[in-house]
């Protein structure tokens, strides 16, 4: 099995290779004979990848370690689930895997077209078919996974114990589907600009594969910040680290791109721009790729320096230059149907939200690249710190959160000076009545009670509009709360799925809002001694150490602190921190020793303890409270089941138009709109 997924790979470079050209050639001399054949082609090299990716999985699984890859990313003690995912713990591996849901993503976006969009299909088939191409092609020539050694070892070296982790055994994964996404969208935004087909039929396409994409990568990010939070130890989620920073920014312009396409939908306008964000998001994809992969940046995340950079760096420069080429011959096909009629309207919101989400991607990608652009232009590398990310993007995502609120109450159009009282006042009330209470409370900080009061604001604008909803139904249907709650969003799947997602974005911004308040104690504990610390809300904490013990699991060395928590004589679970020498079957050292930290879980805070290190009987101790943490994943999972919703197919086939879901005729603000 592991000959014939070495053989796949090359067989499928082939396949990929004649689908680019014989797709292209079909969109060309308009032959269906060609694009049939071209379409195969793709589909052979998936069936291609998907045996080369078998292989891969058998050599991991079995422990041959005759493979360079195997011996370097699993060893013969390693658990079964990290022998799986180690499939992408390595370079080589994780760039089979981008092969493997690429090819799964042309597969699928050509076979659910076969019967429409044929004028475009040669072209996104070509497009996906010449990215497919350069993966496979990176991966067989620069980066092998089947590569052999000149000797077999006896056991390999293990995986990262960071990776050991269960969220690597899907974070990654998510991520990957996110970004490999970003293609689809791409390769039907070429298509248009080829055949100059930019009215909806393009637009169609292109919204669900850019809700795919953006629905993964928000789970993929949110799930990263949790693997960061338990397994690095520095008691946080989100440092502005450069992968991290790489993740975030195809969701930025994806973002973007999701709002701005209803002003193209509703009005007609946008068409450049709305063209710029999806070719932007898939190249910010490869653009974080190469920042990953290339070792020009440090990061806990990265890969070592290799060779795989250049081949990144020059297929960026190399689609950059095609689509400014293509999109620049395509300006007036690109030219508007409408204008811009008032600067207080819904469009005009959108137009706002959509800046300032490319405004803060800009900043990402400047302080992300300033590093090498430093050492570049002056030799020495300057690294941007988190300071810079905060004051730049604080404020603009603060920014960003009161426009969520905004944009939904304005009319289109214009907005009268009626409507804006209307729409505006029971939100704003709701705001203002957060903000008072917090400065009653005695909280003084500036940036969570702005944070809260907009929270608040926004909040107020979805219980209104789910109110109004609801509402309207009960009245019509007589239909309980419920059932009127649910028909609504059914109904109205893009309306009030983006609610969703806008709720889960208030609870996001809250729960950052609350580590402005983190406190951080430093403790030497002996077996049996307590210390008694303060909490951010002012409650007592006394924690009784039960002491260190150590034992063997099945590939490590571990030593365990376990601490017992008490409040008010009330006990509670006991809290574990763990260090943890991995070795392999024979006993040897394999990596650094690593921690595993201790997380107590609570509605307002996560009490959060990290053994820092031991000295005979003292175990060195540090306990943070992180206020609202639990409210961040509870956010992001919102943010996805919102997207879910909003990319679910229209239960009324009444409202879809030829080449595009359309909305319904627009209706006045204060009603059910």
Not at 251 to 277: C, D, P, Y
Not at 571 to 577: A, E
């Amino acid at each position: 099995m592991i000959l014939v997924g070495e053989l796949s790979l090359w067989i499928a470079l082939l396949m990929c290779a004649w689908s680019v050209t014989l797709s292209f050639a079909g969109g060309v001399t308009r032959r269906p004979e060609l694009v049939a054949s071209g379409e195969r082609g793709l589909y052979a090299g998936v069936g291609f990848v998907v045996l080369a990716s078998a292989g891969l999985w058998t050599a991991l699984l079995t422990s041959d370690f005759s493979l360079r890859y195997v011996a370097s990313f699993t060893s013969a003690n390693l658990p079964t689930i990290y022998k799986i995912s180690a499939f992408w713990g390595g370079q080589a591996g994780s760039l089979l895997f981008w092969c493997l849901v690429l090819g799964g993503y042309a597969a699928l976006a050509t076979w659910s077209n076969r019967g429409r969009n044929r004028e475009l299909m040669p072209w996104v088939t070509g497009t996906n078919a010449a990215v497919l191409l350069f993966f496979v092609m990176a991966t067989a020539l620069a980066s092998n996974p089947f590569e052999r050694l000149d000797w077999v070892p006896a056991d390999g070296r293990g995986l990262n114990p960071q990776l050991q982790n269960p969220a690597m055994a899907i974070h990654p994964p998510l991520l990957y589907l996110g970004y490999v996404a970003t293609a689809i969208p791409f390769a039907f935004a070429i298509a248009a600009l080829v055949t100059r087909r930019l009215d909806a039929e393009w637009l169609g396409a292109v919204r669900r594969w850019s809700l795919v994409s953006w629905v993964f990568l928000t789970l993929g990010i949110v799930m990263g910040m949790w693997w960061a939070y338990v397994e690095l130890g520095w008691g946080g989620y989100w440092m502005w680290d450069p992968v991290e920073n790489a993740s975030l920014l195809p969701w930025l312009t994806g973002t973007a791109f999701l709002h701005s396409i209803m002003i193209q939908e509703k009005r007609g306008m946008l068409r450049k721009w709305n063209v710029t964000l999806v070719v932007g998001t898939f190249l910010l994809s490869i653009l974080g790729t190469f920042i990953t992969r290339s070792g020009v940046i440090q990061s806990v995340h990265s890969f070592a320096q290799s060779a795989i950079g250049a081949w990144f760096a020059a297929f960026f420069v190399l689609a950059l230059l095609a689509t400014i080429a293509l999109v620049s011959t395509r300006l007036r096909d690109l030219e508007a149907q409408a204008q811009l009629e008032a600067m207080i309207s819904r469009e005009a919101a959108f137009l706002y939200n959509n800046l300032v989400l490319v405004g803060i991607a800009f900043s990402v990608l400047w302080g992300t690249l300033f590093p090498i652009l430093s050492e570049a232009v002056r030799g020495t590398k300057i690294t941007v710190g988190e300071s810079f990310f905060n004051a730049v993007n604080v404020p603009l995502g603060l920014l960003l959160l009161a426009l969520t609120g905004i944009g939904p109450l304005i009319a289109w159009r214009k907005a009268s000076v009626e409507n804006i009282r209307r729409q505006f006042a029971g939100p704003a009330a709701f705001g203002l009545l957060v903000g008072a209470a917090l400065l009653v409370l005695g909280i003084r900080k500036l940036s969570p009670i702005v944070a809260w009061t907009l929270a608040g604001f926004v909040a107020g604008t979805i219980i209104q509009e789910f109110w109004k909803g609801v509402g309207a139904r009960r009245k019509m249907y007589d239909e309980s709360v419920p059932r009127a709650f649910a028909r609504l969003v059914a109904r109205n799947r893009r309306r009030y799925g983006g609610y969703i997602v806008h709720a889960g974005i208030v609870i996001l911004f809250a729960a950052f809002a609350g580590m402005a308040f983190k406190k951080e104690y430093d403790l030497t504990l002996k077996a049996g001694e307590s210390a008694t610390v303060v909490d951010p809300y002012g409650t007592r904490w006394t924690f009784t150490s039960e002491g260190l013990s150590e034992f063997k699991a099945l590939n490590r060395d571990v030593l365990t602190l376990a601490l017992r928590p008490e409040v008010d004589g009330v006990r509670l679970p006991l809290i574990t921190s763990e260090k943890r020498q991995h070795r392999d079957s024979r006993g040897a050292p394999t990596f650094q020793p690593s921690t595993e930290v201790g997380v107590l879980s609570q509605q307002r805070q996560d009490v959060y303890v990290v053994l820092a290190g031991a000295i005979r009987e003292d175990a060195e101790v540090r306990i943070n409270f992180n206020p609202l943490v639990v409210w961040v994943w509870n956010g992001g999972l919102l943010m996805a089941i919102g997207g879910l919703i909003v990319m679910w197919p229209a239960a009324d086939r009444r409202r879809r138009q030829v080449g595009y879901v359309a909305e319904l005729e627009p209706q006045a603000v204060g009603a059910a709109s």
